[in-house]
């Protein structure tokens, strides 16, 4: 089944006449049931790509100025009538691979295209609401993939069916790798960094890994694997890459490489210095014994040196009294003889 297109505002309105009315079907649950509830879903058939089997969102394609048109089912297998409300959103993908309202109080997306045939509903038991709805693409409207979702509140929980817009026209597939960190952990290391999808269609990435060594090369290699989320245009996420077994005392350089289809490629890389504190405090004590053994061994030299200057000082004071001591008695010796041959007492013998 092709996509159902209407273009300018006589067929918005025919669409609009025509899925004025909230159909509801017979009873889609046979004999009694529990109240369990609601459920929201794309209606069978409809959309650009219908599926027997159900289809776990809304697909829709056409040009700038076209109109597109599905049906959003809401089901009620309890045993009381239910009423919801329903409203056009503008949506993103989570990081989990999931997709979230954005929620800004303004759409200004898909969530601004999507007219309902009825805001508020009231479904009966064991029934099935069939509430049509038309997306007018704008005639400026960018080509690529525009997210967006159908969103049905009602007995205080709420619940969102992704529509997945394709505007035709020109696709620029482009990935960027940004924000690259590494930080230790208990059991190794986490590598942080963002991916940003900077084309107009939605991505499913796949990273690979790599980490050079200092001291012995290549010391991590992981090949290319596909990532759980679809970016979509303009999103930005925040992913994390464990690695346990991270060395524990190197300088390393990590590259992160992402691709997707398209030729989308993006790269970044990040520093990181292994250096555990135990290691530091061990260097540290380490060098703080040796600076200890070494200034006891230099004051001890300086000791022994001082005291071997001292000994010589005192040894060379000793042989400079004796000396003296010489001179002076042969001086006093002399002056002896002298006197007595003053006197004369040396002459009358």
């Known amino acids: 089944m092709t996509s159902r297109t209407r273009r300018g505002a006589v067929g918005l309105a025919a669409a609009l006449a025509a899925a004025a009315a909230v159909l509801v079907s ?57 009423t919801v409300e329903l409203r056009g959103a503008d ?31 009231k479904v009966p038991p064991r029934t099935r609401a069939e509430v049509p709805f038309t997306v007018t693409v704008p005639p400026d409207a960018v080509p690529g993939d525009h997210p967006g979702a159908v969103v049905v509140t009602g007995g205080g929980r709420e619940s ?13 597939s482009a990935l960027s790798v940004e924000d690259v960190s590494v930080a230790a952990t208990g059991s190794g290391a986490e590598i942080h960094y963002a991916l940003v999808n900077r084309g107009n269609a939605a991505l499913s990435p796949r990273i690979a890994v790599r980490a050079d060594g200092l001291f012995g090369g290549e010391v991590l290699q992981r090949g290319a694997r596909a990532l759980p989320v679809e970016l979509l245009p303009g999103q930005r996420v925040r992913l994390t890459e464990k690695w346990p077994g991270a060395p524990w005392l190197d300088s390393v350089r990590v590259t992160l490489t992402a691709t997707a289809a398209g030729g989308a490629h993006g790269s970044a890389t990040a520093s990181y210095t292994a250096f555990p504190w135990a290691a530091a405090g061990f260097l540290l004590l380490g060098g703080g014994l040796a600076a200890a053994a070494a200034g006891g061994t230099y004051v001890r030299r300086r000791r022994r040196r001082a005291s071997r200057a001292s000994g010589a000082e005192q040894a060379g004071a000793g042989a400079r009294d004796g000396d003296g001591a010489g001179a002076d008695d042969g001086g006093h010796e002399a002056g002896c003889e002298r006197t007595l041959a003053d006197t004369g007492s040396g002459a009358a013998r």
């Open 26 to 82: 017979a009873p889609a649950y046979g004999g009694p049931a529990a109240d369990a509830g609601w459920s929201a879903a794309p209606a069978p058939g409809g959309g650009s790509r219908p599926s027997a089997g159900g289809r776990a969102y809304f697909y829709l394609e056409g040009r700038p100025g076209s109109v597109l048109e599905d049906t959003v089912a809401v089901a009620n297998p309890g045993d009381r009538p239910r």
């Open 91 to 121: 949506a993103y993908n989570t990081h989990a691979g999931a997709f979230a309202v954005r929620e800004t109080g303004r759409s200004t997306g898909v969530g601004a295209w999507v007219a309902l045939a009825s805001t508020k509903v």
């Open 160 to 172: 969102g069916v992704r529509i997945h817009l394709r505007v035709t026209g020109p696709t620029l």
